[in-house]
């Protein structure tokens, strides 16, 4: 396929990641591993639901956590707008796509757009939610890996041409991508914010939430975070790495939380702003991409994801195959 060329002036202007929805079946479990393990304050609770923020984030949420004795799945994602009009520039945007969507009543948020994009997930837009303390400066509040702020989100998909087309269109622009032609594209991602991505989707079975990100300040903020989930009985839980990405070449470690929800904590992002910033393309037979140095991941990295609510499952047609730790063991035995 042609790469998308970049739509400077959008219907409507989507600023950045916002928050994610999931369900959980047990809080006090998923209260304990996001909070000492990943960092984030509790800006609010009750026996149904958890709203946690990042430490330097003075929005009210950007997790949300809602008790459910169902197999656990995400609700939404969510994405923040600029203004009010925007919203209503979304909702007549969407229209003119043939995708309804519509106005709820959300808690803890201002006036907040529903929609699910044509490759299944579903979105939630919002400009607005009450204000909160940072907690940037109050050290003593700092646990485990310092989660600093909500910045981004994976999805697998098996229709990633798709999904890049749509999204451009809305305004976001393509950073990074990998295949091994403009042809044959397995990953793309897409930003708003002006680092490299807000939303990334990979060729797999979907749609799912393959993981959401956090910014981590330091290297050590990372070891922290393993060092306390193995103290608390979660280190079975640290799944791959601490390691660095061949895209984006941040140090990173991601975590499985109490119910099987994947979290990236990661440590740094280079800016892609300007206009004349164009697409890296990375080839996924290039084994500096996927692994740099270390072991690449075990096959659960690449086949496990969280399932979106109420969304049928595609698998892709041919499956990737990806250089998995057991591919890689195979290929190395001495």
């Known amino acids: ?18 928050h994610v929805a999931l369900s959980v079946r047990d809080l006090k479990a998923s209260r304990l591993f996001y909070t000492e393990v990943i960092g984030l304050i509790v800006t609010r609770e009750d026996d149904d639901a958890l709203y946690l923020r990042g430490i330097e984030e003075a929005c009210h949420h950007s997790l949300v956590l809602r008790k459910s004795a169902a197999s656990p799945i995400c609700a939404r994602i969510g994405l923040r707008v600029q203004t009010e009009a925007d919203l209503d520039a979304a909702h007549d945007w969407f229209a003119e796509q043939g995708l309804s969507a519509h106005f709820a009543e959300v808690a803890h948020q201002g006036r907040t757009l529903q929609v699910t994009d044509p490759v299944g997930v579903p979105l939630e837009f919002c400009a607005q939610m009450p204000a909160q303390e940072r907690q940037i400066t109050d050290f003593l509040a700092h646990r485990g890996g ?61 749609p799912r939430l393959h993981h959401f990100a956090y910014f981590s300040p330091e290297v050590h903020h990372l070891l922290r975070a393993c060092d306390v989930a193995g103290a608390l009985g979660f280190g ?36 892609i702003m300007d206009l004349e910033n164009e697409p890296v393309r990375w080839d996924p037979a290039d084994p500096n991409v996927s692994f740099p140095w270390g072991l690449p991941a075990q096959s659960r990295w690449f086949e496990e994801a969280t399932c979106f609510e109420g969304a049928d499952l595609v698998a892709p047609n041919p499956r990737p195959t990806p250089m998995t730790l057991e591919a890689f063991l195979a290929a190395n035995k001495r």
């Not at 042809?183 to 807000?198: A, S």
């Not at 790495?241 to 904590?265: F, I, K, N």
């Open 146 to 206: 310092c989660g600093q702020r909500i910045d981004h989100y994976q999805m697998l998909t098996p229709r990633v041409p798709e999904a890049l087309a749509f999204y451009a269109a809305m305004g976001f622009r393509l950073s990074e991508y990998l295949g091994p032609s403009e042809e044959d594209i397995r990953g793309v991602f897409l930003q708003r914010k002006g680092n490299p991505h807000d939303i990334v989707f990979f060729t797999g079975e979907g």
């Open 236 to 271: 079975r839980d640290v799944e791959r790495g601490p390691g660095r990405h061949g895209p984006g070449h941040a140090m990173y470690v991601y975590l499985r939380d109490p119910d099987g929800h994947r979290v990236e904590l990661f440590n740094t992002h280079y800016q």
């Open 1 to 18: 396929m042609t790469l998308p060329a970049p739509v400077w002036k959008p219907a409507f202007n989507v600023t950045r990641a916002s």
